[in-house]
């Protein structure tokens, strides 16, 4: 069974950064394309950036030039690099895997990410 576990969420003021993990755990890493999606409060969920295996990327219009979403394939794991923070970014941000193969798709627990003065 495939587990994806989060970490590094938090609170953080506008105009700082923040770094997400997330690793997988259960299935070949490589089968995979990675994303980070959010849900800000009262909002739906909503696609942050996908990483496929070969690195390609893609992001939301909303965080080109201010996250960077990578992943090292040794370890498994995923990460978003947050920076230049708004309020607007504050959402639980939620760890996805899609089997690239068989179209599965996987969501990690959740990690809370706060912007405030």
């Known amino acids: 069974q495939v587990q994806l576990v989060e970490s590094g969420g938090g609170l953080v003021q506008p105009g700082g950064s923040l770094r997400l993990s997330c690793t997988l755990s259960?299935?070949?890493?490589?089968?995979?394309?990675m994303g980070w999606y959010r849900q800000p409060p009262g909002n739906p969920r909503e696609l942050v950036a996908t990483?496929?295996?070969?690195?390609?990327?893609n992001y939301a219009d909303s965080v080109t030039g201010r996250f960077t979403i990578s992943r090292d394939n040794s370890k498994s794991t995923v990460f978003l690099e947050m920076n230049s923070l708004t309020l607007e970014d504050t959402a639980v941000y939620y760890c996805?895997?899609?089997?690239?193969?068989?179209?599965?798709?996987?969501w990690g627990q959740g990690t809370q990410v706060t912007v405030s003065t």
């Open positions: 996805h895997a899609r089997n690239r193969h068989t179209g599965g798709q996987y």
């Open positions: 259960g299935n070949i890493f490589s089968t995979y394309i």
């Open positions: 990483i496929a295996f070969t690195k390609a990327t």
